[in-house]
């Protein structure tokens, strides 16, 4: 964690965090929430003075995670008959994709801030509105809401965790582990609460 801590403040750490953020709505075994927890807390070892970075490191990660959205949104909605097909032979997607859409339609879309916390809820919910042709205007205020919750969520994990209980590992795995117990309870919600389609 000291070897970590010290590179906290050099760029680099941001762009790894970010590339991460960012490629992780392709790749969902990105550990990206893991990094982002492990940045926080080696912040939070630091003076007063690396306070700043807690907020250059959440608006990192947002910003990675709403660039990361609108590029799968886009790549969908070029491909979005491929992308269609896909999706129809899985009863489980199909079904996601039409409560996103009915979410959506409607102006719901705390569908997708709940979608990112859940595992790979962040990847169907771009590639689904983008298949879907969801306007853009519909999708991505959601999806910075959600990307600044996670983001904040993620930093706050780490900091706080720290400053509980050290920066140790133990308070990274603490951190870790209330990420993931946030993204089982939105993967469960997503699961128990589908959402009625309206008529058009």
Known sequence: MESFGSLIGSPWVYVVVALSVLLDVFLPVLPSGVLVIAAAAAAAAGTATDVP???VLTLCAAT???LGDLVAYRLAWRGGDRLDRAIA???????AQERLGAALARGGGGLVVLARFAPA????VSLGAGAARRRARDFLPWSALAGLSWAAYSVALGYLGAHWLGATWLATAVSVGAL???GAGAA????????PVEAS
Do not use: C, T
């Open 53 to 55: 970075d807690i907020l």
């Open 64 to 66: 990675a995670s709403v």
């Open 89 to 95: 032979r899985s009863r489980r997607l199909a079904g």
């Open 121 to 124: 809820g962040r990847s169907l």
């Open 180 to 182: 993931f117990g946030a």
């Open 188 to 195: 469960y919600l997503m699961r128990e609460r589908p959402v």
